[in-house]
Each structure stands twice: as structure tokens, then as C-alpha cells.
């Protein structure tokens, strides 16, 4: 994660949070065009985050929930004021984007599949966010009707020619998409915090909830095709994770909904 140093005074921010910046130094950690990230170097460290009013609700009820799991960082603070503002403890480690992860694909792989095939036998009782899946698909079809599409990230092999051609698919299949797995909702490489290979950490958890594990694989494989620059792991990322709990087919079906973003 990028941390470069910056100029935040209590001006900036909440009194909430006035605390915390005493005696600490600043360093933007923003990767976001809608949000506004700092990290807090002072004590176990904190990251405090901006964004606009009601987007972080979500992101800081479920960040809570899986922090109760020990899958995520406490919680410190969530704030709604003009804007949304949250504040957590930082988790230990790096984000596995590190040279020390990346340099060895092969473990990488086999580390997030084992990971996320941990996340998903996680019990759902009481999620903040009960059916992920009804919001996903709602949300494919607002950005369907807006002629919001974009095939552009994904393999060839899961693309679709035209809008219409994943708006079918979507038509067909999508009511076939399960709300019974604890999802991350953006299961990728720079959301997965190790320490020297041991688990510390799920970070940025706007998109969590209970839905279909496809899609966390879906975006696991597609991770590791884009951050490693091959495709050479998605097999094995399968493989690991287990086939027994796998429907090669939902992923056309996954895909589709996700070129309406």
C-alpha cells in the first residue's frame, strides 16, 4: 500500500478523531477517486478514511463483523457527518502486492485460494449485509438500463461481444446466483493482508456480505491474472480452493454482471 506523506491538521477532520492525530505523522494512502485515505503513524498505527456521505456504512458494519471473526481490523470509529468518515486499527504485515508474495506465484496462489476457501466456511449468522446477491444483481441492472458496460478488464475467454450478449446471459442465469457464503466482494491481491505469510488481515470490505462464493473467485482468479501478469494460476487457485464446492459454468454467468461494473 502507497503512504506518502501529507499535511493533515485537526482542521481537516473531525474532533472525533483529533486525538488521534496528535503526535502522529500523516501519509496519504488513497487509491480511491471517491475516497480520501490517511494512515496515522503513531502507536499500533490507524487508518482513518473519507468518503461521501453513506458510502462507508457498509464498509464499516462489515469491516466490524468480520473484525469479530478476526478476519479485519477494529473498528475504531465511524462518524457521519457531511461525509463519512471511519477510522481503524491497522492491520499488521503488507498487502500481498509485496515483492516478498509476488516472487513466489506459486505459494501466493495457493495461500489466497486456502484464504478465501477459509472465509467462505465462515458461519453467517447475524451479517449486517444478509443477501449481497439481490444488491449485486440490482446493481447490474441499474448500469445495464444506463448503458454502463466495460468487458475490457476481464480474459478473453469469459468476455462478452456486446452488452446484450451479458445482458442475456444475465437474464438466463442470474436468478441462479446463491446468497450462502460470507463474500468479501473484492477478493484481490491488495485486499489480502499477510505477515510474513501468516494471515493478518481482509481489508476493504465495502462489498462484503453473504452471496455467491463465485464471485470472490471469480475475482481471486482474475487477481492473479492482472497482478501477475499471466494466467497461469487459475487452475491451480481452483484446484486448492476445492472443486467440490465449485460450478465452472456460474463463472460466464458472474462475469456477466460484472462488465455492468
Same mark, same amino acid.
Not at 477459509?118 to 443477501?131: I, K, Q, R
Given at each position: 500500500m502507497q503512504k506518502k506523506p501529507a499535511i493533515l491538521t485537526k482542521a481537516d477532520i473531525p474532533a472525533a478523531f483529533h486525538s488521534f492525530l496528535d503526535g502522529a505523522a500523516a501519509f496519504d494512502s488513497s487509491c480511491s477517486k471517491t475516497a480520501q485515505v490517511w494512515f496515522l503513524d503513531k502507536g499500533p498505527g490507524y487508518f482513518l478514511k473519507k468518503a461521501p456521505k453513506g458510502t462507508l456504512k &457498509?464498509?464499516?458494519?462489515? #469491516?466490524?463483523?468480520? @473484525? @469479530?471473526? &478476526?478476519?479485519?481490523? *477494529?473498528? +475504531?470509529?465511524? *462518524? @457521519?457527518? #457531511?461525509?463519512?468518515?471511519?477510522? !481503524?486499527?491497522?492491520?499488521?504485515?503488507e498487502d500481498c502486492l509485496l515483492s516478498m508474495y509476488t516472487d513466489d506465484p506459486k505459494k501466493l496462489c495457493d495461500t !489466497?485460494?486456502? +484464504?478465501?476457501?477459509? +472465509?467462505?466456511?465462515? %458461519? #453467517?449468522?447475524?451479517?449486517?449485509?444478509? %443477501?449481497?446477491t439481490r444488491d449485486y444483481l440490482s446493481t447490474t441492472i441499474h448500469n445495464f438500463h444506463h448503458k454502463n458496460y466495460d468487458s475490457s478488464l476481464f480474459p478473453d475467454n469469459w468476455g462478452y461481444a456486446t452488452a446484450e450478449e451479458a445482458w442475456q446471459e444475465l437474464e438466463a442465469n442470474g436468478r441462479y446466483l446463491q446468497s450462502d457464503t460470507l463474500l468479501h466482494g473484492d477478493y484481490c491481491l491488495p485486499n489480502i493482508m499477510l505477515d510474513n505469510w501468516q494471515f493478518s488481515a481482509f481489508i476493504d470490505l465495502d462489498n462484503a456480505g453473504v452471496g455467491d462464493r463465485h464471485v470472490d473467485l471469480f475475482w481471486g482468479m482474475? @487477481? +492473479?491474472q492482472f497482478n501477475l501478469k499471466t494466467d497461469a494460476y487459475r487452475e491451480r487457485f481452483l484446484d486448492v480452493y476445492g472443486r467440490d464446492k465449485i460450478t465452472q459454468e456460474v463463472f460466464r454467468t458472474v462475469a456477466a454482471a460484472e462488465v455492468f461494473g
Open positions: &457498509n464498509e464499516a458494519a462489515m #469491516t466490524a463483523f468480520f @473484525s @469479530s471473526k &478476526n478476519l479485519a481490523p *477494529e473498528v +475504531l470509529a465511524y *462518524e @457521519s457527518y #457531511t461525509e463519512d468518515w471511519m477510522l !481503524t486499527l491497522r492491520a499488521k504485515g !489466497t485460494a486456502q +484464504l478465501l476457501r477459509m +472465509l467462505h466456511e465462515s %458461519d #453467517t449468522a447475524n451479517c449486517p449485509v444478509a %443477501d449481497r482474475w @487477481s +492473479l
